[in-house]
C-alpha cells in the first residue's frame, strides 16, 4: 500500500506545470450556453478579430467545457490553418514557450510584442 502511495506521488509530482494546467475543468455549463454569456470581454475582442469573423468559436481553440477543455490552449490547436507557424514555433522556441502568446494577444491574436526581426516565415496557408 505505501508503495502505491509513494509511486502516486512521485507520478503527482513529475507533472509539468503546463500539464497540470491544460488538465482544468471549466465550471458546469449548459448544452445551450454561449461562451459570450460569462466571457463577454474576451468574446468581443475574438469576434472583433481575424478568427471571429472567420466563424472560428471558442471550443476550437479551448474545447469543450465538458470533454477536453483547456483554460490555456497549446499550439497544436492552431495546426489546422497555420501548420507551418506552429512547426517555426515548435523548432525555435524553448521548451516552456511552445504557445502562441509570448508574441500574440491572447483573444484577439494580434502581435502585442513585434520581435527584431520576422518570426514566421509564411509560404502559404489559409
Known amino acids: 500500500m505505501n508503495f502505491i502511495l509513494v ?3 512521485v507520478f503527482i509530482l513529475a507533472q509539468t506545470p503546463g500539464a497540470m ?3 482544468k ?3 458546469a455549463t449548459p448544452d445551450d ?3 459570450s454569456e460569462c466571457h463577454v470581454d ?3 475582442v475574438w469576434f472583433n478579430g481575424k478568427h471571429g469573423l472567420m466563424n472560428v ?3 476550437v481553440c479551448h474545447g469543450s467545457t465538458d470533454k477536453n477543455f483547456m483554460a ?3 499550439v497544436a490547436q492552431c495546426i489546422g490553418c497555420h501548420g507551418e507557424e506552429v512547426e517555426q514555433v515548435r523548432m525555435k522556441t524553448a521548451q516552456a514557450e511552445k504557445t502562441c502568446f509570448p508574441c500574440h494577444d491572447h483573444h484577439s491574436l494580434s502581435i502585442k510584442n513585434p520581435p ?3 518570426f514566421h516565415v509564411v509560404t502559404g496557408g489559409k
Open 7 to 9: 509511486l502516486l506521488s
Open 25 to 27: 475543468t471549466h465550471i
Open 72 to 74: 490555456k490552449p497549446d
Open 42 to 44: 474576451q468574446a468581443s
Open 21 to 23: 494546467a491544460k488538465t
Open 33 to 35: 450556453q454561449e461562451c
Open 116 to 118: 527584431a526581426k520576422q
Open 57 to 59: 468559436k471558442c471550443i
